[in-house]
């Protein structure tokens, strides 16, 4: 069985029920998975080459997948193994979920809050703590758009 989540505010929620005919109605289209971002420790993004068909309402000009690897997002309901859909970004709100390269090397996903500080990279799980930087320090690479598990 396939779970296909949506995010809902800034925030990832399951389908209420059964989706409808109509969620679905308008198709799917395929996307690249590009490989793997850590939800955990920060870490090079392993790269791979496959695609995956999502609905067509999670998709926008620039879309592709990651897999997650990690547990810091569980309670953002992004569990280890899951792809995750991303919007292609540059340039993110303060309390979406984004993937981000820190200091041009590792990659990883977390909320993002923007202080007069500096970032903080804010895991879903409260035995972790939030990473701490620099604005100049942390690159957008794209906003979380939804979930797909197939681990049901």
Known sequence: MVAILLPARKRTLPFEGIPTYEEFAEGFVEV???????CGTPM???TQSETVAIPRRLAR??????????????????LDG??????QSQAAEHGEKVVVRINQ?????????????????VPANPSMAPIVLHNADVEVLGIVRG??????
Do not use: C
């Open 44 to 46: 090079d993004l392993f």
């Open 32 to 38: 690249p998975v590009l490989g793997w971002v850590a």
């Open 105 to 121: 090397r590792e990659v990883t996903l977390k909320t993002l809050h923007l202080g007069p500080e500096g970032v903080q990279l």
């Open 61 to 78: 000009k620039n879309t592709y997948a990651l897999r997650a690897r990690g547990d810091s997002m569980k309670e953002a309901n992004i």
């Open 82 to 87: 899951d792809l995750v859909i991303i919007e």
């Open 147 to 152: 979930v797909i598990r197939d681990q049901v």
